[in-house]
C-alpha cells in the first residue's frame, strides 16, 4: 500500500488500488472454508455412526448367543456404509483444499502491472 496521504478535502483514489482483489479473494477462501467445516462434521457425524456400532458389538460379545449370520452382515454393511461417508468427506475435503490452493495463487503472484 501506498504513504500517500492526499491533501485535506481531496479523495484518495491511490487508497483502493490491490485491495478489490485481495478481498474478493479472502471472501472465495472463507466461502470454501465454510464448505470444509461442513465436510469435516460429515466425518464427525460418520464417528458417531461407528461408535454406535462399536457399543452394539460389544453387547453382542456379552450376550448368552453368538450373534447370527444377518447381524453380522447387518454391522458390515453398515460400517461399509460409514466408510463410503468418511471417503465422501475427505473427497470434497480434498478438492476445497485444491479450490483454496488455486485462489491463493492468484494472490501470491507478483504484480507485473497497475
Not at 477462501?29 to 467445516?37: G, P, Q, S, T, V
Amino acid at each position: 500500500m501506498s504513504d500517500y496521504t492526499p491533501p485535506v478535502g481531496q479523495p484518495n483514489y491511490i487508497s483502493g488500488w490491490g485491495n478489490n482483489q485481495a478481498k474478493e479473494t479472502a471472501s472465495k477462501i472463507d466461502h470454501i472454508a465454510d464448505k470444509a467445516k461442513f465436510g469435516i462434521e460429515m466425518l464427525g457425524s460418520g464417528l458417531i455412526g461407528i461408535d454406535a456400532i462399536e457399543k452394539e458389538l460389544i453387547e453382542l460379545s456379552h450376550a448368552p448367543n453368538p450373534p447370527t449370520q444377518e447381524q453380522i452382515r447387518a454391522i458390515a454393511h453398515r460400517l461399509d456404509a460409514h466408510q463410503k461417508q468418511f471417503q465422501q468427506a475427505l473427497d470434497r475435503i480434498k478438492d476445497m483444499m485444491t479450490d483454496i490452493d488455486r485462489e491463493t495463487d492468484s494472490i501470491q503472484k507478483p504484480r507485473t502491472s497497475w
